[in-house]
């Protein structure tokens, strides 16, 4: 026999069934939770998918990413971080909706980190991606702190060498950068994220060339160099930005790439490969979807009092 790996360990942790005595209407209560926040407003999609994976990448899924900054006591907690600003507020009211609707059926019971997963893979299939089955039995962090988002989180303008180093810090392959990267099929960037190719491309003066001339031409319309609205955003995805296909990779292909980043997987030998496969086969991008948001949905899992807590307001720890 051999010892099990941190990785595997933490994997044995989590199952389908785990609130299946405790909760057994868990998914329903937050399906309906998140069917009627994707009717009145649609942007909770990407914004909650974009949670789910800001929160596993800082301190683990363990709804860190939720917790509210306590007036008065100048602590600043992740979701104030910069790197955090525009996750919008619809994402936090599914969550918290949907844990108000669990604490009156199964007080004491579930975890906010559960609740984030389920609500990210309801949102994923409302879309029109994949369902899948995800595992329970994440506990919430105890530690926020704005000070761990930055080098734990990717930018608009990471290299690909800088992606494929951070998510093999998380536990996740190169071939779950490509596939995860998928999610921005579907939502909206502000221009500060791209505004730099559209005018000065790595201090060239000139845009980056591996934009469409058209694309290029409608983003400068949108984002002017100086002096625009910031609130201004424009679609990942140009073709169908609301619905979870994969087209994001068909678009790279086409030099349809939103942020640097996304582009540069098509650019980068390394993972082109990966982008053509998967514009190729939709089938094949929604299962290796599923499982790699399985894999990112196992990053640092708390379980036990010592390192967790089970909260009653998502956004406030226990004691
Ligand atoms: C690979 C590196 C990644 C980078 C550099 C990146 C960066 C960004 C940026 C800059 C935005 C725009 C935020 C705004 O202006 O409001 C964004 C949005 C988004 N990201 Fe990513 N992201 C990455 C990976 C991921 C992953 C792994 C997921 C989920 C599996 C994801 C899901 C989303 C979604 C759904 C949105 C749209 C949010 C909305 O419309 O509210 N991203 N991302
Ligand atoms: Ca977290
Ligand atoms: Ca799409």
Not at 24 to 50: D, H, N
Not at 93 to 114: H, M, N, T
Not at 118 to 145: C, E, M, N, T
Not at 245 to 272: C, M, S, V
């Amino acid at each position: 026999l051999t010892k099990p790996t941190n990785a595997t360990r933490r994997h044995r942790q989590l199952s389908i069934n785990y609130y299946a005595t405790s909760c057994p209407q868990l998914e329903q209560l937050v399906a309906s939770v998140t069917a009627q926040q994707f009717k009145e407003a649609p942007v909770s999609g990407p914004a909650t998918i974009r949670l789910f994976f800001h929160d596993c990448f800082v301190e683990g899924c363990d709804g860190s990413i939720l917790i509210s900054s306590k007036p008065g006591t100048g602590v600043l907690v992740e979701k104030d971080a910069y790197d955090n600003r525009d996750l919008a507020a619809e994402a936090f009211e599914s969550v918290r909706k949907a844990k108000v609707l669990v604490e009156s059926k199964c007080p004491g019971v579930v975890s906010c980190a559960d609740i984030l997963v389920i609500a990210a893979r309801d949102f994923v299939h409302l879309a029109g991606g994949p369902y899948y089955q995800v595992k329970k039995g994440r506990w919430d962090g105890k530690i926020s702190k704005a000070s761990r988002v930055n080098s734990n989180l990717p930018r608009a303008n990471s290299t690909v060498d800088e992606l494929i180093k951070l998510f093999k810090s998380k536990g996740l392959t190169m071939e779950d950068l490509v596939v995860l990267s998928g999610a921005h099929t579907i939502g909206f960037a502000h221009c500060e994220h791209f505004v730099n190719r559209l005018y000065d491309y790595g201090g060239t003066k000139q845009p980056d060339s591996a934009i469409d001339p058209r694309l290029l031409k409608a983003l400068k319309m949108s984002c002017p160099r100086f002096g625009g609205n910031a609130d201004i955003v424009a679609p990942f995805d140009v073709t169908t930005p609301f619905t979870f296909d994969n087209a994001y990779y068909g678009n790279l292909e086409a030099k349809l790439g939103l942020l640097a980043t996304d582009q540069a997987l098509f650019l980068d030998p390394r993972t082109k490969p990966l982008v053509q496969a998967m514009g190729k086969d939709r089938q094949k991008f929604f299962q290796e979807f599923a499982a790699a948001m399985e894999k990112m949905g196992s990053i640092g899992v708390k379980r036990g009092r010592r390192h967790g807590e089970k909260r009653k307001d998502c956004s406030m720890h226990m004691s």
